[in-house]
Structures are given as structure tokens and as C-alpha cells.
């Protein structure tokens, strides 16, 4: 059966902003601007260890190498 296109018909359903509720043009930026914004949390979290580290180092002297050693142990 086939039905003429006319303006009560509704336009196919675009499965891709059905889910996103995005227009494509800004699904294809927002992984670059969340990439972004974990890299940056990334750093901060880095930076946060680096610094615990040397503190711990200091109170506990313990040289930094072996305390870097300790903790990646302790992650794996």
C-alpha cells in the first residue's frame, strides 16, 4: 500500500536524534568537548597524586621512587 507524502504525514523517524534528542551537527562536537573535559580532569587528578606523594615521601621518609612503586603495586 503505498501512502502519498502530503504535510499530515510525519517525516521518517531519525533513530539517531530519536535517541540523542541532538541534531547531528552537535552529537559530532560533544565527544571533543567531553574528551576535553576528562583530559582536563585527567591532569587535576595527576597533579592531586604527584602532590600526596611528595607529602607522603616527606612525612614518612620514604624515597619517592619507592613510594611510586608502592602505590602502582597497590593499583594493579
Do not use: C, W
Not at 567531553?34 to 582536563?40: A, F, I, L, T, V
Amino acid at each position: 500500500m503505498m501512502v502519498e507524502k502530503n504535510e499530515s504525514t510525519p517525516p521518517p523517524i531519525d533513530f539517531e536524534k530519536s535517541f540523542t534528542g541532538r541534531p547531528e551537527g552537535v552529537l559530532k562536537k560533544l565527544p571533543s568537548l567531553n574528551y576535553e573535559r576528562m583530559r582536563g580532569y585527567q591532569e587535576m587528578a595527576l597533579r592531586l597524586l604527584q602532590e600526596v606523594l611528595l607529602l607522603m615521601s616527606v612525612k614518612h621518609k620514604i624515597p619517592h621512587s619507592q613510594l611510586m612503586t608502592r602505590v602502582l603495586n597497590a593499583v594493579r
